[in-house]
Each structure stands twice: as C-alpha cells, then as structure tokens.
C-alpha cells in the first residue's frame, strides 16, 4: 500500500487533459502538492492517505486562472462608475491611487482580493499593479499562486530599463523559496511608456525568461493617437521595436485588426480579454472569433474590481460566450468545453505553465475546485461543461486547493478571517471618502 498525502474520491474528474476526457467513479491520490494519480474507485485500497475527501456529488475541475488582474484596486470598488477609460484614469483613479498607495494600502487591498478570487476559484492571478512584494505577501497569506509585476509607467522609469531589471532578478531572489510566486515585466501601455523602453523591456525578458505583461489596443483613442503619433497600429507599433522576440501578454486587445492578428500567428504572445470591464468602460468588444480562428492563445481576465466591479471569472466566462455568440449571430461558436479551456488549460497556455497548470493530469500542481451540484440550479445534469459555463455560480464552488493545500472548505476560507476582511475594507472606505472631500 502506497502512502499519500490526500485522496480526493468521486464525484466527476474534468480532466481538461488532451482528450478531454471526464472521469466519474475514480479518486485522485495527491502528495507533496502534486497530483500522482487519477483512478477508478475499485483500485483506492492501493493507497493510504493522511486526508480523504469525498467529492461524491460533485465537479471537481482545475483550479481557474485569472490572466489579467489589478488586486490593490479592490477598494475603488464602485468609486467611479459610468465613465470612460481615459476620464476615469486620469480624473479619479491615478489621483487617488497618488494619495493612497501605501504598502500597508497594497497589502491589505491585495489580501481582499485574494480571498475574493479564491471565493470565485480563482487560484492563480497574472497581476499588474505597484509593490509587487505586498502583492506577493499577501497571496502568501491566503494561500493562491500568483505573478506580480510593478507596471511601469514614465516618468517614474523614463531610461532603457535596467534598474528596474535589477529589481525584478531582486525580488526573484528574495521569493525564491516561494513556489506560489513568479514574476513579469510590465510596461504599462504605449500611452505610458516610451519606445525605447519598450524595446528594453523586450529585451530583458527575452533574456531573462520573464512574461511581458502589457495593455495593448484597449480603447479606440488608443488606436487613434497610436495612429497620428506612430503611424502604425498599436501592435504594428510594438512589433516594430522587436517586443514580440518576447512572450508576451497582451491585456484586452478589443481594437486589433485582422492584420495585426497576422502578427501573432506563430508567435509565442497571448491576450487576455476582458469582456466586463471593457463593457462597462464602453471600450468596445475585442474579435475573439477571428483570434480563435488563427489558433491564437487566448485566455480570460477580470481586470480590475474598480472597472469590472468584481471578480467572479465564471460570470466573465458566462457573458463572453455568450456575447460572441450574439455578435457573430453563430450560436455554435464557442461551445461550452471550449469555452471552459479558457479558464483552465488555456489561461496556462497563455502565461506558459501549461506543464505544471490547466488540466488535472498525473504529475501536475494539484490546484483544483470541487463544485457542489446538490442544489437546484445544477440540476437535472446532462453535460457538465454546459453546466459549468451557463448555469453554475460561484457560490457553488465548496472547495479549492492550491498546492495541495484546501485554501476553501465548505465555502469558508482557511488563512483568512472573512469578517476581518470585511471590516479593514470599511475602514479604507471612511479614509478614502475623506480624500475625496479634500
């Protein structure tokens, strides 16, 4: 008999692996974090575990991955709505974020955040913000995988970049001992950041083997002062300065033309679209049937809960298959299994952890979900898939663990204090609507 650190057994295995395949009637043996086995429930005798969990009942599917988030602005939640991105950037947000971000802000927010994510499945977040380490600290704390990056944003890095390379070889130094965090490149959009450190930042992940995480073709002003100050759209622009030699992560992607999809195509880049946010910014609604069309890398984002309002990736997977069903009048674009990969195996594609994430397969992190279906909106159930993208909620997820670690049991968190977390937000809402009185 083999020793194991947990059983997880029945329920039904959505596997996202290469077939697809869905298991029913098997148990999942994990140990130091990693999944060994997947096997039919006749075999569970062949091991011994320190934990069994029963998922009789259940769904129990790869932990989804959020590619393009912003976890500090949790607490702007709701402060400026109905504005446009520009107006709403430059008017409120870059102003209170000038008054407001301390690393005790950061933290905080980030913790917030993080327990919000792991509420919605959430367990890994690709992350743009400032203080990468409060980031970082705080998804220690509860217990999520994460990629921090410090956006940059001239005038603050107006040179070719290097310092800031330091920082990252630093910071990846000092958490190198944490395998639940990695790190980005951000140059924050080409609105923000000069050309030249475009090109170095290419340069610098490329050599160093970083992700360069970016806005890219968010709003048609963007296109159109890319147009005049450029003369080329905004990706003809950055392929121009060699930043696709990287692998890149292209957030939004709502103004690309077909032409500079062609750039993509071969190349080692994603996007991540982010269907709320860009809605309720009126940002427009990028071409993902033309994306998926060219076997572009394609995953979701929820961006951030001031634009979006909240982090519930399933309601963003839900509205995007939807939506493009409607805008291509195609009701079979898109199926539900499809759709589902975006938030599993295809959110790994896109940021590169495909062999470790995605898919619940032997020898892979055992990050995953078990989903309750002992209630009446996931019942009768004749296609799992279809359940997961049009019918499931949030609150139907009972369980997740990251690592091998449950991080949410029966719907509570197991390293946070959800009212503690209720009650800090509310202590940032009176000092934040104090500011804004100032």
């Not at 029913?24 to 429930?41: C, T």
């Not at 769904?59 to 702007?76: E, K």
């Not at 940059?152 to 107006?158: E, V």
């Amino acid at each position: 008999m083999s020793k194991c650190d947990t059983i997880i057994k029945g329920g039904s295995f959505i596997t996202m692996d290469p077939e697809f395949r869905i298991l029913s009637e098997h148990f999942m043996v994990i140990d130091q974090g990693r999944i060994v086995d997947i096997l039919p429930l006749d075999q569970i005798k062949q091991y011994k575990a320190k934990q069994t969990h029963d998922a009789f009942g259940c769904l129990v599917t790869p932990g989804f991955i959020n590619a393009h988030s912003h976890m500090p602005m949790s607490y702007f939640r709701g402060l400026a709505d109905d504005l446009p991105l520009h107006t709403w950037l430059k008017d409120y947000i870059w102003p209170l974020e000038a008054k407001m971000m301390t690393p005790d802000f950061v933290y905080d927010a980030s913790l917030h955040s993080a327990a919000e994510m792991i509420l919605n499945g959430i367990t890994l977040t690709n992350d743009m913000y400032f203080q990468k380490e409060r980031i970082a600290d705080a998804c220690i704390r509860a217990g999520m995988r994460v990629l921090v990056s410090e956006a940059i944003i001239a005038p603050k890095y107006s040179g070719d970049g290097h310092e800031f390379a330091e920082k990252l070889l630093e910071f990846e130094d000092a958490y190198r001992d944490q395998p639940l965090v990695g790190c980005t490149i951000a140059p924050h959009a080409i609105y923000t950041c000069s050309a030249e450190l475009y090109s170095s930042c290419a340069r610098l992940a490329a050599d160093h083997g970083w992700l360069l995480h970016t806005h890219l073709s968010e709003t048609q002003q963007e296109l159109e002062d890319c147009l005049k100050l450029n003369g080329k759209r905004p990706l003809e622009y950055l392929a121009s300065l060699g930043v696709l030699e990287a692998k890149c992560l292209f957030a939004h992607g709502v103004w690309l033309s077909g032409k500079e999809l062609e750039l993509l195509e071969g190349s080692q880049s994603a996007i991540s679209i982010c269907t709320d946010s860009n809605l309720k910014l009126a940002s427009g609604i990028a071409p993902l049937k033309d994306m998926l069309k060219r076997h572009l890398s394609v995953a979701l984002g929820t961006d951030g809960v001031a634009s979006n309002n909240n982090l519930d990736i399933l309601e963003e997977l839900s509205t995007t298959a939807k939506l493009h069903k409607a805008i291509n009048a195609d009701p079979e674009f898109l199926p539900a299994r499809d759709a589902f990969a975006l938030l599993t195996i295809g959110g790994a594609r896109t940021l590169g952890k495909e062999q470790d994430l995605g898919s619940l397969e032997a020898g892979k992190c055992a990050d995953l979900l078990i989903i309750d279906l002992q209630n009446l909106q996931s019942q009768p159930l004749y296609h799992p898939y279809s359940q997961l993208v049009y019918a499931l909620g949030a609150e139907q997820i009972r369980d997740v663990m990251v690592a091998g670690n449950f991080v949410l049991k029966k719907r509570q968190l197991s390293n946070l204090d959800e009212a503690e977390l209720i009650s800090t937000a509310q202590e940032y809402q009176i000092k934040i609507q104090k500011e804004l009185r100032q």
